[in-house]
């Protein structure tokens, strides 16, 4: 599984860490998300599928 996170198109309003919060996080300056970690096991593949949904900005890219 690939992750990609968009930093630019992210406006911080944190859905992907309620959905994932060991896989993202988000930085205290200006919530803009931040990956945690790209080595995910397939158990929490559906989490980081949720948590890219969930983005209002459409900032988290999951594939493979």
């Known amino acids: 599984m ?13 859905q992907c860490v ?12 200006d919530g803009i998300v931040k990956l945690l970690r790209a080595d995910v096991s397939p158990i929490e593949r559906a989490t980081v599928e949720e948590a890219a949904n969930r983005c209002p ?8």
Do not use: T
């Not at 309620?18 to 300056?29: C, G, I, K, S, Y």
């Open 18 to 29: 309620l959905a994932a919060p060991l896989v993202f996080d988000q930085r205290e300056e």
């Open 57 to 64: 900005a459409v900032a988290i890219r999951v594939s493979g």
């Open 2 to 14: 690939k992750i990609e996170v968009d930093e630019d198109a992210c406006v911080g309003v944190g």
